[in-house]
């Protein structure tokens, strides 16, 4: 069997609260526990949040404001998965909450095969789906994103020309779970580190910096 020997423990991180071990970087305290939310609701949040990515396009920009057109996606593919295994192995019509429907389902496939009414290889592919699920939401989570300000308060520059020629924002704001928040100059090189150090940079551009990417990340 795999790491997981029951649906009902491979789909556990995306429905219920759960809590994992960081290296701090810190020689007094190396680890700390650190709780995180159902995955699916992170996932849900992450959909709802502006910072998709940058890109240079304006349309891309107004997509991006209004979904975080990637982490959509996910949660569709994931959706159509769980109505698919649903269908194949149970009577239940699939529940359009996601959660419901993959608790619903984890309950059932563990029921079937204590019962022997579904095949090893079906019951391990279900369970690889729900790993591969969680595995897909971590990454997408864990996908270093940008966010362009309005100007540099070092440097006053709004934008710069990439290497390739393109206009591009001065000032960009790096968000990644695994490292402190950033925000960078690429005129004239001046950084902000940490998330208190990109709060009072919000301030001073009066713009707000994302908080929905700042809580995801545990900064707030
Ligand atoms: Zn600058």
Redesign the pocket.
Known sequence: MTIHDSMASAVHDLITPWTDIVQTGDVKIPYKPVDHDPMFVTLRMLIRSSTGGTASGASDDAARNVLNLEAFKLWEQITNEVALLTRKHTRDRPNPMLGAAVHRLAGSLDTLWNTHQITEPEYLHAIRSAETWRARIWKLLHKPREKELAY??????TKVISPDGELQA??IAYYSPDAAPTAR??????EWVGEGALIILGKMLGAELDETALTEMGAL
């Open positions: 540099c308060p070092a440097c006053e520059q001065a000032l100059c690429r005129h004239c090189g001046s």
